[in-house]
């Protein structure tokens, strides 16, 4: 009996030996899985700030993106509306030069007509 007691004993200890090895290593395991959350958070939270920090420059660059186009549409109107002043002007040159050529014409038949009297009128005082 007293052997038997002993190996009882001695079975009872190495239980609460592998009882207590147990009980650490479950803490351990708590422990690191606990780490493991506060890692995942951690990577969470700098994916969501890097998801936030890619969102804010793909806006800024599509609002850079339509600020160009804006004005490149301004820029081609102004291109347009420029070539059509360029079509009137080039019309009213064509008109005043027109004019220009048709004025002096009358001038130079004038100027005959006033050289013809003027030889005309200096004969008769011959």
Same mark, same amino acid.
């Given at each position: 009996?007293? =052997?038997?007691?002993? #190996? ?60 160009? #186009?804006?004005?490149?549409?301004? =820029? ?7 070539? #059509? ?37 200096? #004969?008769?005082?011959?």
């Amino acid at each position: 009996p007293v =052997a038997a007691d002993a #190996e009882d004993a001695a079975e009872g200890a190495r239980r609460a030996a592998l009882m207590a090895e147990a009980g650490e290593r479950i803490e351990e395991l708590v422990k690191d899985a606990q780490l493991r959350d506060q890692v995942i958070g951690l990577l969470h939270t700098s994916h969501k700030q890097e998801q936030n920090m890619l969102d804010a420059a793909h806006e800024a660059a599509t609002g850079k993106i339509r600020e160009a #186009e804006g004005k490149r549409r301004e =820029a081609e109107a102004l291109r347009a509306h420029a070539g #059509e002043q360029i079509v009137a002007l080039q019309a009213q040159l064509a008109e005043q030069q027109r004019q220009a050529r048709a004025e002096a014409g009358r001038l130079s038949r004038e100027r005959g007509a006033a050289e013809d009297a003027a030889r005309v009128a200096g #004969e008769r005082r011959a």
